[in-house]
């Protein structure tokens, strides 16, 4: 399955990996993020400017809008 690419209608929490634990930053309004799976309400991987971050999906759903074509 292809990643597909949401763009966040809101600031929206995410995991980031930071000297072996997960630290909470905010991913502003406007950015994309790209995930294999929304499914459930679980955290998931995405991915966010090269980086690899956890999300929960619903927040996605919810805060996102997905992005057809180039994003």
Known sequence: MLPEAFRLNMP???LFSEDGRQVART???GSVVRVNT???NKLIEAVWE????LMFAQDIRS??????GPA
């Open 12 to 14: 929206t929490i995410a």
């Open 27 to 29: 991913i502003p309004q």
């Open 38 to 40: 929304l499914e459930g």
């Open 50 to 53: 090269g980086k690899i971050i």
């Open 63 to 68: 805060r996102g809008e997905k992005v057809t």
